[in-house]
């Protein structure tokens, strides 16, 4: 059997694992324009100089010569023949496949503003390159503006704190990481990075961008009219799936990215998907269990991704741990039971629920309470039957110890 991987990231690298877990005698292809194998989650880490390249491997230094894998780095994929099952690279290398596993990720997607396309400042926060780029760039940047205020841009505000920069971070939206976070837990967020000197402008966006004569991004011009110095900015304002190959292939993709089954299959039945690709719940996690899906279908084993902490995060900026489990705030609240605990010690918990069953939680501070919410939510247990408040259940409320030390539920 030939398998042939796109992408050398935590989907990619996680269904190549798995594909040989499963077929020792296949031939496995690895193709990806990275050139090493790195942690994206922990670039921040880089900048600071917290890690070097070889402690952003989330693999051992050996893991492509022990799982035999041919690995044409450095290279894209161009073009996908269905009819033929070949993937065409940026070379010109024609390589055939039998089953193919598209995890090819995304890219730093930016906005329509004037100027951003021609600045030569304006860098995006996503790969090793652009990491480089960055700290190059920040030796001498003044005013390092932040576009994007989600975990890509938080991410990139850690790294640079430590270069004592005028920063600031620029937010469409009314707070800081608002799409896991409701209001009360990204304030800590925020008040932390203010004291850190951050300054961050919320519900306001780039209207023009000012350059010199070399292209260069000396000021913004927001649309609140305010003007901004900036000789340095970070673009973090989304991302945007890399299928742009797959035109004329016949795979189906839509305006998120890959379409992709809970078998990671795709439109046609030799040819997966994994990751930040489909455009989908683009976190690591989730991007490593789709590969492990996927490659585990191509394979021949049947497995599904049916899983409802497709929506988890888990974060630590500024030493304030914080986990977001799904619907943490939904859009209608009355339509829900909302129920929220916290202290004066910075610990905050809420807990999203209707007829019985959890929708979404945020806990921040303290999480030792994440392991018995976990298992609530994963053995689908009916809440509304709780005889006491949902916060201060324990394990030895509602899980007993079997003789195999798992964890059962049994109702009072």
């Known amino acids: 059997m030939k398998y042939v991987v796109l992408g050398a990231s935590a989907a990619g690298i996680s269904g190549a694992r798995r594909l040989r877990e499963l077929d020792a005698s296949a031939e496995i292809t690895l193709i990806s324009t990275d050139e090493h194998i790195y942690s994206r989650c922990i670039l921040h880490h880089y900048i600071e100089g917290i890690r070097d390249l070889n402690k952003l491997q989330f693999v051992p230094a050996d893991f492509i010569e022990a799982n035999r894998i041919h690995w044409l780095k450095g290279e894209a994929a161009v073009k996908v023949d269905t009819d033929r099952k070949i993937v065409t690279t940026s070379t010109g290398k024609e390589v055939t496949f039998d089953k193919l596993l598209i995890a090819t990720g995304s890219h730093v997607f930016f906005p329509p503003i004037p100027g951003l396309k021609e600045a030569n400042n304006a860098i995006g926060f996503h790969d090793l390159d652009e990491c480089e780029a960055i700290m190059q760039r920040a030796k001498t940047a003044n005013n390092v503006v932040i576009m994007g205020a989600g975990l890509v841009g938080i991410d990139a505000a850690s790294g640079l704190l430590h270069l004592g920069k005028s920063i600031t971070i620029v937010e469409m939206r009314d707070r800081?990481?608002?799409?896991?976070?409701?209001?009360?837990?990204?304030?800590?967020?925020?008040?932390?990075?203010?004291?850190?000197?951050?300054?961050?402008?919320?519900?306001?966006?780039?209207?023009?961008?000012?350059?010199?004569?070399?292209?260069?991004?000396?000021?913004?011009?927001?649309?609140?009219?305010?003007?901004?110095?900036?000789?340095?900015?970070?673009?973090?304002?989304?991302?945007?799936?890399?299928?742009?190959?797959?035109?004329?292939?016949?795979?189906?993709?839509?305006?998120?990215?890959?379409?992709?089954?809970?078998?990671?299959?795709?439109?046609?039945?030799?040819?997966?998907?994994?990751?930040?690709?489909?455009?989908?719940?683009?976190?690591?996690?989730?991007?490593?269990?789709?590969?492990?899906?996927?490659?585990?279908?191509?394979?021949?084993?049947?497995?599904?991704?049916?899983?409802?902490?497709?929506?988890?995060?888990?974060?630590?900026?500024?030493?304030?741990?914080?986990?977001?489990?799904?619907?943490?705030?939904?859009?209608?609240?009355?339509?829900?039971?909302?129920?929220?605990?916290?202290?004066?010690?910075?610990?905050?918990?809420?807990?999203?629920h209707k007829d019985g069953k959890i929708y979404g939680a945020i806990l921040q501070g303290d999480l030792a309470y994440s392991g018995v919410l976990t298992q609530l939510i994963r053995n689908n247990i009916d809440v509304s039957k709780v005889k006491k408040p949902l916060f201060k259940i324990d394990y030895s409320d509602f899980f007993n110890m079997t003789e195999n030390f798992e964890f059962t539920y049994k109702e009072h």
């Open 176 to 352: 800081m990481l608002s799409i896991q976070l409701d209001h009360k837990a990204a304030s800590s967020y925020e008040k932390a990075f203010a004291q850190k000197g951050v300054k961050q402008l919320y519900s306001v966006g780039a209207k023009e961008l000012i350059l010199d004569e070399n292209n260069a991004i000396t000021a913004i011009k927001l649309n609140s009219d305010e003007v901004i110095p900036c000789d340095l900015l970070i673009v973090a304002s989304g991302v945007r799936a890399n299928v742009g190959f797959l035109e004329g292939s016949g795979i189906e993709v839509d305006r998120f990215g890959l379409v992709i089954d809970p078998l990671g299959q795709t439109s046609h039945p030799d040819v997966y998907g994994a990751g930040d690709v489909t455009g989908r719940n683009p976190i690591w996690p989730v991007a490593v269990k789709e590969g492990i899906v996927a490659a585990s279908n191509m394979a021949g084993q049947t497995k599904e991704m049916t899983d409802f902490f497709a929506s988890k995060s888990t974060m630590n900026f500024l030493n304030i741990p914080t986990m977001s489990l799904g619907l943490a705030q939904p859009e209608n609240p009355e339509d829900y039971n909302i129920e929220i605990e916290e202290d004066d010690k910075g610990n905050y918990k809420k807990i999203v």
